[in-house]
């Protein structure tokens, strides 16, 4: 059971947009910022959306957008590609737990 | 090119012990924070520690804590992940992290991941 909850999976079209939600509490989404990851089969993650102002690491293409809402956030992927077809997971530090929590991970499947 | 390089994984039995190593390149491990995140096979995220860039502010997940030991040392530009006591559940892939450097957790920065199996 995870401390911040994703759903399961998502799907969508090619040039579709599409939203993965993830939902904390006060103590984690709430208080701290959000971190987002994609996961390729067989590879280590990568960071999609961090910081407070949704920034993005030099690579990741301006489809890849990230917000939040007291104690919810999303990341939408825009203008959807085949190779968008991963693992995504939502992190951010906990101050309850004094530890960094994750969702439990959306499987993106490309239609 | 910065880079994270793990070794130590492999075959041991409940009760017993590992030492992993993330060997850092193209950045000095002592500037960031630096993280451990584990993997259950099929199943997501998980993370396990952290230590700052002062070699203090050092927190583990309630799961591992009082049996997994991070250090750091900077004269090699490693960290370390000592797991003692180890049980079943730990089974996994452990990947050492860095944090990108205005943050304290948002890992820009992955190593390939070293896996440890516990198991009789």
């Known amino acids: 059971q995870s401390v911040l909850t994703q759903p399961p999976s998502a799907s969508g079209t090619p040039g579709q947009r599409v939203t993965i939600s993830c939902s904390g509490s006060?103590?984690?989404?709430?208080?701290?910022?959000v971190n987002w990851y994609q996961q390729l089969p067989g590879t280590a993650p990568k960071l999609l959306i961090y910081g407070s102002n949704n920034q993005r690491p030099s690579g990741v293409p301006d489809r890849f957008s990230g917000s939040k809402s007291g104690t919810s956030a999303s990341l939408a992927i825009s203008g959807l590609q085949s190779e968008d077809e991963a693992d995504y997971y939502c992190a951010a530090w906990d101050d309850s737990l004094n530890g960094v929590v994750f969702g439990g991970g959306t499987k993106l499947t490309v239609l | 090119e910065a880079q994270l390089v793990e070794s130590g994984g492999g075959l041991v039995q409940p009760g017993g012990s590992l030492r992993l190593s993330c060997a850092a390149s193209g950045f000095t491990v002592s500037s960031y924070w630096m993280h451990w995140v584990r993997q259950a096979p099929g199943k997501g995220l998980v993370w396990v520690s952290r230590i700052g860039t002062d070699g203090s502010s050092i927190r583990y997940a309630d799961s591992v804590k009082g049996r997994f030991t991070i250090s750091r040392d900077n004269a090699k530009n490693t960290l370390y992940l000592q797991m003692n006591s180890l049980r079943a559940e730990d089974t996994a892939m452990f990947y050492c992290a860095r944090a990108v450097a205005t943050t304290r957790n948002a890992y820009d920065i992955w190593g390939q991941g070293t896996m440890v199996t516990v198991s009789s």
């Open positions: 006060s103590s984690n989404i709430g208080s701290n910022t």
